[in-house]
T-cell receptor, first 109, second 115 residues
Framework: QKEVEQNSGPLSVPEGAIASLNCTYS??????FFWYRQYSGKSPELIMF????GDKEDGRFTAQLNKASQYVSLLIRDSQPSDSATYLC?????????FGAGTTVTVRA | ETGVTQTPRHLVMGMTNKKSLKCEQH?????MYWYKQSAKKPLELMFV???????ENNSVPSRFSPECPNSSHLFLHLHTLQPEDSALYLC??????????????FGPGTRLTVT
């Protein structure tokens, strides 16, 4: 199984700031990358996916991919208390996804 | 709510009981997955079905038995569970093309408590 590494956190940011989450992966041949948000006691929810090098923006979220460095990140702009959750990075691994352990984000008002 | 549903949402069972978890996906996907998530632990992949064929079984104890009668339905049959099996059980589905998975969509999960 492919390895996916994330800082476990917790990452604490003030409301309105930018939260930056990082993820590294072991397989240079990986093609698809995903970010999920999971609130406590709930199931993971897909928030972003990225296939090509560079940036992809969706509302307050920006995913950044650098395949040469085997690195994918998620930026959350104008962080809100409702963004407080665990964020999971996932990488495609044949017919399944390999998930990181997640980074817990706390946005303080 | 997503296009993946799970029932029941909560289940309490004794160690000698037999119960089943049900998952249904309405997304037209061809692969389905069972995950276990214990408190404050990462997702653990249990089983994968692709085109209704089981393609992965991650050393899961035999007291967990999956069934995939068609591409839209997935079951997890439970018997003689242990208290350490208490967890959130998540079902997911995705579209697999040429042995490559696209994004997975998760159901709401079944919160299982074994007493």
């Amino acid at each position: 199984q492919k390895e996916v590494e994330q800082n476990s956190g917790p990452l604490s940011v003030p409301e309105g700031a930018i939260a930056s989450l990082n993820c590294t992966y072991s397989d240079r041949g990986s093609q698809s990358f995903f970010w999920y948000r999971q609130y406590s006691g709930k199931s993971p929810e897909l928030i972003m996916f990225i296939y090509s090098n560079g940036d992809k923006e969706d509302g307050r979220f920006t995913a950044q991919l650098n395949k040469a460095s085997q690195y994918v990140s998620l930026l959350i702009r104008d962080s809100q208390p409702s963004d407080s959750a665990t964020y999971l990075c996932a990488v495609n691994d044949d017919y399944k996804l390999s998930f990181g352990a997640g980074t817990t984000v706390t946005v303080r008002a | 709510e997503t296009g993946v549903t799970q029932t029941p949402r909560h289940l309490v069972m004794g160690m000698t009981n037999k119960k089943s978890l049900k998952c249904e996906q309405h997304l037209g996907h061809n692969a389905m997955y069972w995950y276990k998530q214990s408190a404050k632990k990462p997702l653990e992949l249990m089983f994968v079905y692709s085109l209704e064929e089981r393609v992965e079984n991650n050393s899961v104890p035999s007291r967990f038995s999956p069934e995939c009668p068609n591409s839209s339905h997935l079951f997890l049959h439970l018997h003689t569970l242990q208290p350490e099996d208490s967890a959130l059980y998540l079902c997911a589905s995705s579209q697999v093309v040429a042995v490559s998975s696209y994004e997975q969509y998760f159901g709401p999960g079944t919160r299982l408590t074994v007493t």
